[in-house]
């Protein structure tokens, strides 16, 4: 079975009784999902625990979506895990309005593209192995906390300027 066939769900029965639901759990590998800092895992399931309703021509799917994720920390650049959980509350519709509704055809609803959606905003955008974690070499790059005082400038620094903007030297605001 393809992710695609195990995504999509009929609600016929639930669009004939309005505010019915239905529970759907679901484990499914969806392999290619990632962002450039993390990636889903290749064969990790992602979790379903979801809630469909038909209210009126539509329906809205509630629930939450738990993926395994894998990358790189931040400052060490070590291997890190962890699993992010996003909630949705998705409507689906007849003419959906792109961006913000996804379609309801044939009766039935396919929440691939929503799960992958929540999937992609949920996993990290600057992962970390830990809170305290100092990098790969805290003696060579200390971390150093901004002063509340302005720092004074050395006269190298300023010299060491970009030839290309030394026409800027000449201007003066009083």
């Known amino acids: 079975m393809g992710a695609?066939?195990?995504l999509t769900i009929?609600?016929?029965d639930l669009l004939r009784q309005p505010g019915?639901?239905?529970?759907?759990t679901r484990s499914l590998v969806l392999d290619g999902i990632g962002i450039s800092t993390a990636v889903v895992p290749a064969g990790e399931a992602?979790?379903?625990d979801l809630q469909v309703e038909a209210q009126g021509e539509t329906v809205i799917v509630t629930g939450t979506i738990t993926t395994p994720w894998v990358g790189e920390c931040r400052r060490c650049l070590n291997d890190v895990r962890g699993t992010a959980t996003s909630k949705v509350k998705?409507?689906?519709e007849r003419r959906p309005v792109e961006g913000e509704t996804y379609p309801l055809a044939n009766e039935t609803i396919?929440?691939?593209q929503m799960v992958r959606d929540a999937v992609l905003l949920a996993l990290p955008l600057a992962p970390l192995c830990a809170d305290d974690c100092l990098g790969p070499a805290p003696e060579a790059f200390p971390a150093t906390v901004e002063a509340d005082e302005p720092v004074a400038?050395?006269?190298e620094a300023?010299?060491?300027t970009d030839p290309r903007w030394s026409g800027l030297d000449q201007l003066k605001f009083d």
């Open 20 to 24: 019915t639901r239905r529970e759907v």
């Open 10 to 12: 009929g609600v016929i």
């Open 90 to 92: 998705e409507i689906f």
């Open 46 to 48: 992602v979790d379903l």
């Open 110 to 112: 396919d929440i691939e």
């Open 158 to 160: 300023v010299r060491a």
């Open 153 to 155: 400038v050395e006269a």
């Open 4 to 6: 695609k066939k195990d």
